[in-house]
Nanobody
Framework: QVQLVESGGGLVQAGGSLRLSCASS????????MGWFRQAPGKEREFVAA????????YYADSVKGRFAISRDNAKNTVYLQMNSLKPEDTAVYYC????????????????WGQGTQVTVSS
């Protein structure tokens, strides 16, 4: 069982930056590929970014490519999402996800989920 706890959300003006963190329990973090997803009010949860088990491969949604960066520190059992040039349309609850077998690039592909952290971007 993996427990994921997100942090780092908040209110920021358009054009600003935030860094989200997702801490994992246990000592098997490196066995999980990780992903970030988000869900805006009234919308379905969508893929944002994902990273492979050792961090060698990263994947991004077109809407965040060039603005967001995912990274991981297996020694700290933590995955990060650096968000730059934020836009009001980035406003959502951001969720961390983990899967042992595959890189989670769709909602159905993630085995474990965190409880989310709110990101609000004001115009």
């Amino acid at each position: 069982q993996v427990q994921l706890v997100e942090s780092g959300g908040g209110l920021v003006q358009a054009g600003g930056s935030l860094r989200l963190s997702c801490a994992s329990s246990g000592r098997t973090f490196s066995r999980y590929a990780m992903g970030w997803f988000r869900q805006a009010p009234g919308k379905e949860r969508e893929f944002v970014a994902a990273i492979s088990w050792r961090g060698g491969d990263t994947y991004y949604a077109d809407s965040v490519k060039g603005r967001f960066a995912i990274s991981r520190d297996n020694a700290k059992n933590t995955v990060y999402l650096q968000m730059n040039s934020l836009k009001p349309e980035d406003t959502a609850v951001y969720y961390c996800a983990a899967d042992q077998a595959k890189v989670p690039r769709s909602v159905g592909a993630a085995e474990y989920w965190g409880q989310g952290t709110q990101v609000t971007v004001s115009s």
